[in-house]
């Protein structure tokens, strides 16, 4: 992956979190009163809004502004711009909507979106820390990944979760043309205990509405101690099995973006440092806010014991 830069927001433009849950609900009273929206809407568009109660693992630092969340994105289904899932994710249909969860489970089973939104959702607000050294604060909607896994009771022979993201050439401009720049569809993976963990959320929405499309839509995986590139979007289908699935980045790449992809501040990636970050959204054009980053992207505390007696140097 490329390292791209955009200039930051100056501070004047950053949304206080009591600011933008105040508007939320005066946008969501607005839209309740309106007839419902077409699902065929342009990216960027207002997005419906979903009921929520507000989640563990709260941070007080301040959300990143959403007009970033929604315009700085990795999507390369849309391109390989931080621009372009925005701009080129128009024509693409989130909904109908189905996820097919399969593999090695008592009872497979195939979820529409209304079996997905109709898990109890909550308001996640998570520390995302990206490959590229980039970071942001999203207050996500979702349910915990274990909500899902515990309805198709997984066999005792399954070890690892194997995610896919749709394959739609006709929606998706980045998967056709002459440049490719990954086999498709999209592939991510989980061990099965990492996929268990509560800070693992299978998201919705974002700001308190459903997905939009650069982001994901409708239902992307969040895991906030790894880097973002774990964050597969627009999943079709989850499947349990034995082997550790292969995954986008680490076939591209294997030297570079391995399985685990834990933050880790003390293993640099061979092309840059993953000591520090700079948060989208805050300090000025010329002074970006750079920080350092912390070892599992500050979630140490709730996840480091999954990996006890691993060398994360040689599991990256
Ligand atoms: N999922 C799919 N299907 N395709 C992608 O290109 N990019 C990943 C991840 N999920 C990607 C994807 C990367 S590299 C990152 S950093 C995050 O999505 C970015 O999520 P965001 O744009 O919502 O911040």
């Not at 699902?39 to 109660?53: V, W």
């Not at 489970?105 to 209304?114: Q, S």
């Not at 299978?202 to 700001?207: F, M, N, S």
């Not at 599992?296 to 691993?310: H, I, K, S, T």
């Amino acid at each position: 992956m490329a390292v791209y830069r955009v200039p930051p927001v100056p501070p004047s433009e950053i949304t206080p979190r009591a600011a933008w849950l105040n508007r939320r609900a005066l946008i969501a009273g607005a839209l309740a009163s309106l007839p419902v929206l077409s699902a065929a809407r342009p990216a960027g568009a207002a997005q419906d809004p979903l009921p929520l109660k507000p989640g563990p693992f709260g941070t007080s630092e301040p959300p990143t502004p959403i007009k970033d969340v929604t315009s700085y994105n990795n999507f390369y289904e849309f391109g390989a711009g931080k621009a372009d899932p925005s701009r080129n994710s128009g024509a693409f249909r989130p909904e109908p909507w189905t996820l097919e969860v399969d593999g090695l489970v008592a009872k497979p089973r195939t979820f529409d979106l209304d079996d997905l939104r109709g898990f109890p959702l909550e308001e996640r607000v998570y520390r995302m820390r990206c490959v590229e050294a980039w970071s942001m604060v999203i207050p996500w909607v979702g349910f915990p990944l274990a909500a899902l896994l515990d309805q198709v009771e997984p066999l005792g022979s399954a070890k690892y979760v194997a995610f896919e993201t749709v394959v739609r050439p006709e929606e998706m401009p980045g998967q056709k043309g002459l440049f490719q720049p990954l086999p498709w569809p999209y592939v991510e993976g989980l061990r099965l205990d990492e996929a268990r963990h509560p800070l693992a959320i299978l998201a919705v929405g974002l700001y308190g509405r459903t997905l939009p499309n650069q982001n994901g839509a409708p239902v992307r995986l969040v895991v906030p101690w790894k880097y973002g590139f774990k964050g597969i979007k627009s999943i079709v289908r989850i499947s349990l099995v034995e082997d550790e699935p292969v995954t986008s980045w680490k076939r591209m790449a294997a030297h570079e973006y391995g399985f685990y992809a834990n933050v880790n501040p003390a293993v640099d990636h061979p092309r840059w440092s993953q000591a520090s970050e700079i948060r989208i959204g805050e300090g000025g054009f010329f002074s970006p806010s750079r920080r350092d980053t912390l070892p599992f992207n500050g979630y140490a505390g709730e996840v480091a014991g999954l990996y006890a007696g691993m060398d994360l140097a040689a599991d990256y």
